[in-house]
């Protein structure tokens, strides 16, 4: 064995930090063996590139120049090898014991025992006391609004109170602010496991611009569906928000147009697609909702809004369209396999069957439906009714953590409690909330482990306190049933984005304190 090898495995047996160390390259093989039933705790064993240490800030607006300066240059294979269990949720929902993966160029190549795939590769995770599954995505939220979370004012407030508690507070909001919070948002998504996101923000204060939200995602390699939102009925026209935040009907339409043309990637493996996104069906004029979606089609987009998410929506529906939200959506002609509606709460079993029958899609979002006292929506009735529905976690002044994994226990309870004691198990929330999320977002090539799928994936250990006793019985049932913080391993396109629980190469204690220098910005304290 060569000194440097020497001294890369002392370094992996003692060196249980944290920290971005550079390692020296290993060969896999001469690693040492395994321990216990599952594996060494000692550690993800890792192959850092040489060039992968650089930090970065994300304060101000100096991130998120999408040029990919920050990628890993020359890593195109990634072999995650030896896993305590390797979850695919692949159409025979195969768990795999021992299982390892081979990745090239973000798409995964092979998977099986170690000894059948490529015994190197540029980069090497021993995964062997993590159990892995498809990276989580995540179908609903508003990143922006990490920066009001927790609001005094708005803590306990329903729906319609609580968005005109805030809509002022969000006028104030300028590009800055949202290339911050969409970095916020995306680290906890990360961290907690989503590996692909949708975020709708509807309100583009003080020049901010859909296009820094994708700047920021860009530059930390995270899969991003950008939902252009919009508003256009202000105060001075009988809606909720004020005049400040919403925009002209055809300025909206032309810089969707604008978007799509700049940014959308129909092509497989896409990490960027753009989603047309009127804020709901009141906050725009029939018309432009009519326009949008019209619109997305021509550019073969995908839409999506809130709907049917309290009984105020549903009383307001009745009473100024003779219609139930569903129903209007349908006039609208907002139904559809390329369509997805926030929320879903009060559908009638009607409207539940027309969701299933056009297979239009729902996010599901059980912590922010509880936090604003708006019900609990029909989960089990709409997946069997054949309804595409994935897990968002909403908010993040509605929820306010952006915990995806944590979203996918909350939304297994929930369905206990409101439709029957075995409504869902731990594998099947898991699969809402992984191939569930895909189908929401219109993909088939993410959700799954499996050849030819993105190589998105994490893992989590199992030898950790919040495991103990739980991952020995059933180490994926585990990652439900416990309360893991944060996953141990993240990888998006073949790229390690989380390692050892932290997210590599960014400067978390920077961005904190933009945020909160922002967010007191924001709301002055009183
Ligand atoms: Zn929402």
Not at 178 to 207: K, Q
Not at 346 to 374: F, K, Q, Y
Not at 402 to 410: D, I, P, V
């Amino acid at each position: 064995m060569r000194r440097d090898q020497r001294d890369a495995l002392l370094e992996r047996r003692f060196g249980d930090d944290h920290a971005h160390r550079p390692m020296e390259r290993i060969d896999a093989r001469e690693r040492p063996a395994r321990s216990g039933a599952f594996g060494d705790p000692r550690g993800i064993l890792e192959d850092m590139p040489e060039h992968g240490d650089e930090a970065r800030s994300l304060g101000g607006v100096e991130v998120g120049d999408g040029d990919g300066r920050h990628e890993e240059v020359g890593i195109s294979t990634l072999l995650v090898r030896d896993a305590a269990l390797l979850a695919t949720f692949d159409d025979a929902g195969r768990e795999l014991p021992g299982g390892s993966l081979f990745a090239r160029d973000g798409v995964i190549e092979a998977i099986g025992p170690a000894h059948e795939l490529p015994a190197q590769a540029d980069r090497v995770i021993d995964a062997s006391n993590l159990v892995v599954l498809p990276g989580l995505v995540n179908t609903h939220h508003h990143f922006y609004q990490t920066l009001t979370r927790n609001v005094p004012a708005a803590q306990n407030a329903k729906l319609f109170d609580w968005l005109t508690t805030l809509y002022p507070i969000w006028a104030r909001m300028d590009t800055e602010a949202i290339r911050v919070s969409t970095a916020v948002a995306i680290a906890e998504l990360m961290l907690s496991g989503c590996t692909t996101a949708s975020d709708h923000t509807y309100l583009w204060p003080n020049g901010s611009r859909v296009d820094d939200q994708i700047a920021v995602a860009r530059d930390l390699g995270f899969r991003f569906h950008a939902a252009r939102g919009s508003m256009s009925i202000g105060r001075s026209k009988g809606g909720l928000p004020p005049d400040s935040v919403v925009e002209d009907e055809d300025t909206i339409l032309a810089d969707c147009e604008r978007v799509i043309a700049t940014y959308h990637d129909s092509a497989r493996y896409a990490m960027t697609r753009i989603v047309l996104a009127p804020c709901s069906p009141f906050s725009v004029s029939d018309t432009l909702m009519r326009e949008s979606v019209a619109l997305a089609r021509k550019h073969g987009v995908h839409s999506h809004t809130h709907l049917a998410e309290t009984r105020d929506e549903e009383a307001f529906c009745l009473e100024r369209y003779g219609r139930r939200p569903v129903e209007l959506a349908e006039d609208l002609g907002w139904t559809g396999d390329d369509v997805w509606h926030a929320h879903m709460v009060w559908p009638s079993t009607a409207e539940v069957a027309r969701l299933g029958a056009t297979r239009t899609g729902v996010a599901h979002c059980p912590t922010s439906n509880m936090r604003l006292g708006s019900g609990i929506a029909p989960l089990r009735a709409l997946v069997d009714a054949g309804a595409r529905v994935g897990l968002g976690v909403d908010g993040s002044a509605s929820n306010d953590g952006s915990h995806l994994l944590a979203e996918a226990r909350q939304a297994m309870y929930l369905a206990r409690v409101h439709e029957a004691p075995a409504a869902f198990d731990a594998r099947e929330i898991l699969r809402v909330a992984t191939r569930g999320g895909a189908a929401v977002l219109g993909r088939d090539d993410i959700g799954a482990l499996a050849p030819g799928m993105a190589a998105d994936l994490i893992g989590l250990r199992i030898d950790t306190l919040a495991m103990a006793g739980a991952a020995v019985h059933d180490p994926l049932a585990a990652i439900v049933f416990t309360q893991p913080s944060t996953v141990d391993l993240s990888v998006i396109a073949g790229r390690v984005r989380v390692l050892h629980g932290a997210l590599e190469h960014m400067d978390i204690e920077q961005l904190i304190a933009d945020q909160n220098r922002i967010a007191r910005h924001l709301v002055p304290a009183s």
